[in-house]
């Protein structure tokens, strides 16, 4: 069974990974991206910030560090969008998207919990 944080985790992730693809191909700017990007900034920071509670052996693991890279990523995104600079917002919040999708596919590593369930699908 999972623990809370995994299953929290989980869920904050996918959200992220979902609404991130949606916020991607919607025009810059608008009302549903704003809000949309809201959303997707608190899954990203739950998902970013839920992972220190998710170790191996009591260890951080390497991909510990792409949710440093994406709370640091976030916080640019956010500070910058605050100032009016969309180019340094657009970059950091793409960066962040990436740095999540990385991670994702880091999550089918067959001795991590996805991987087991993944690969024994095959």
Do not use: E, N
């Not at 052996?57 to 100032?83: D, E, T």
């Not at 793409?94 to 999540?100: A, D, E, K, N, T």
Request: hydrophobic share 60%.
């Amino acid at each position: 069974m999972l623990s809370s944080h995994v299953l929290v985790h989980l869920i904050a992730a996918s959200i992220a990974l979902l609404l991130g693809a949606v916020i991607l191909m919607l025009p810059k700017g608008t009302l549903w991206h704003k809000r949309l990007g809201r959303v997707w900034a608190v899954a990203l920071l739950v998902t970013a910030m839920g992972s220190f509670w998710i170790q191996t052996s009591g260890q951080f693991s390497p991909i510990h560090l792409l949710s440093v890279v994406s709370l640091i990523s976030l916080f640019i995104a956010l500070y910058a969008i605050k100032r009016g600079d969309t180019v340094t917002h657009r970059g950091a919040m793409l960066g962040g998207y990436i740095g999540l999708c990385v991670a994702f596919l880091f999550t089918f590593i067959p001795d991590r919990l996805v991987g087991q369930f993944f690969w024994r699908l095959f």
